[in-house]
Nanobody
Framework: QVQLVESGGGLVQSGGSLRLSCVASLRSKTVYSLAWFRRTPGSGREFVAAINWSGTSKEYANSVNGRFTISRDNAKNTGYLQMNSLKPEDTATYYC??????????????????WGQGTQVTVSS
């Protein structure tokens, strides 16, 4: 059983920054890829960023490229999403996701096996 817990969301003004964290509780040591998605009330989950096991490969959605940075600390089983220059359009619930079947990045939502419950990010204008 794998459990993911996100934290770090909050309310910020446009141009501000937040850092999201995702702690993975694993029964045994393994390798996995990690990603962040976000969802607004009227839409499905949208890809935000992905990182491979070693942290050497990263992918970003065009909407956040240059503003967000994904990273991970495998010794702590924790992933991070540094969010800078936030815009009102970034307002959403942010979810971390883990794919236990591969160490490489993937933008497709259906490859991820485990999901956290999400953390709310609200950016005011």
């Amino acid at each position: 059983q794998v459990q993911l817990v996100e934290s770090g969301g909050g309310l910020v003004q446009s141009g501000g920054s937040l850092r999201l964290s995702c702690v993975a509780s694993l029964r045994s040591k393994t390798v996995y890829s990690l990603a962040w998605f976000r969802r607004t009330p009227g839409s499905g989950r949208e890809f935000v960023a992905a990182i491979n096991w070693s942290g050497t490969s990263k992918e970003y959605a065009n909407s956040v490229n240059g503003r967000f940075t994904i990273s991970r600390d495998n010794a702590k089983n924790t992933g991070y999403l540094q969010m800078n220059s936030l815009k009102p359009e970034d307002t959403a619930t942010y979810y971390c996701a883990v794919d236990m079947d591969t160490v490489e990045t993937n933008r497709r939502i259906n490859v991820y096996d485990y999901w956290g419950q999400g953390t709310q990010v609200t950016v005011s204008s």
